[in-house]
Antibody, heavy 121, light 116 residues
Framework: QITLKESGPTLVKPTQTLTLTCTFSGFSLSTSGVGVGWIRQPPGKALEWLALIFWDDDKRYSPSLKSRLTISKDTSESQVVLIMTNVDPVDTATYYCAHRNILDHDAFDFWGPGTVVTVSS | QPVLTQPPSASASLGASVTLTCTLSSGFSDYRVDWYQQRPGKGPRFVMRGGTGGIVGSRGDGIPDRFSVLGSGLNRYLTIENIQEEDESDYHC?????????????FGGGTKLTVL
């Protein structure tokens, strides 16, 4: 059974750095084809893809946010970390991590419950 | 990269059927889209992937066969038959665009389905 859970601060001040952690179980990020992505959703708005890391450490970023994002994995700890620098109130959103397997659905087929992040001074 | 457009709202009566639409931008008629269900206050749930030929691969975990997909031209459709109260959700479509060194995932604006 695949599960994911996001964790991180609920409140961050503008210009600070946001660090989010995705802790997962039921799969390994060292298995060929597997990836973990981050997606966010501002209140009342659409989903927005942020980043994705694959089993082979290939990393992909949203072009509009690439300069501010870093994604990394700790396979032994079953965690994926997303770092976002220089946050702004427009970054206020629910942040989700999700499983992807290019050899199976090749979609975000399992999601965490999300973590709410508010950017405010 | 493709742009996905969804109507903001739809409604259907209990026990009826409804078809939700996701429209790809011009030039992307061969793209498949992924459908996600998001119940109020919850994270999204993968429903299935659909192309012009219908479902691609298998349904997401626990998705009943009341849900089906089709596609025509730039439109991708998610049909829900025999609508239940638990189907009241936001439905999002998504697609990935990969070419060479490019990999991008895009989502539509979502459709809020109300069950009457």
């Amino acid at each position: 059974q695949i599960t994911l859970k996001e964790s991180g601060p609920t409140l961050v001040k503008p210009t600070q750095t946001l660090t989010l952690t995705c802790t997962f179980s039921g799969f390994s990020l060292s298995t060929s084809g597997v990836g973990v992505g981050w997606i966010r959703q501002p209140p009342g708005k659409a989903l927005e893809w942020l980043a994705l890391i694959f089993w082979d450490d290939d990393k992909r970023y949203s072009p509009s946010l690439k300069s501010r994002l870093t994604i990394s994995k700790d396979t032994s700890e079953s965690q994926v970390v997303l770092i976002m620098t220089n946050v702004d109130p427009v970054d206020t959103a629910t942040y989700y991590c999700a499983h992807r397997n290019i050899l199976d659905h090749d979609a975000f087929d399992f999601w965490g419950p999300g973590t709410v992040v508010t950017v405010s001074s | 990269q493709p742009v996905l457009t969804q109507p903001p709202s739809a409604s259907a009566s209990l026990g009826a059927s409804v078809t939700l639409t996701c429209t790809l931008s011009s030039g992307f008629s061969d793209y498949r889209v992924d459908w996600y269900q998001q119940r109020p206050g919850k994270g999204p749930r993968f429903v299935m992937r659909g192309g012009t030929g219908g479902i691609v691969g298998s349904r997401g975990d626990g998705i009943p066969d009341r849900f089906s997909v089709l596609g025509s031209g730039l439109n991708r459709y998610l049909t829900i038959e025999n609508i239940q109260e638990e189907d009241e959700s936001d439905y999002h479509c998504g697609a990935h665009h990969g070419s060479g060194n490019i990999f991008i995932v895009v989502f539509g604006g979502g459709t809020k389905l109300t069950v009457l």
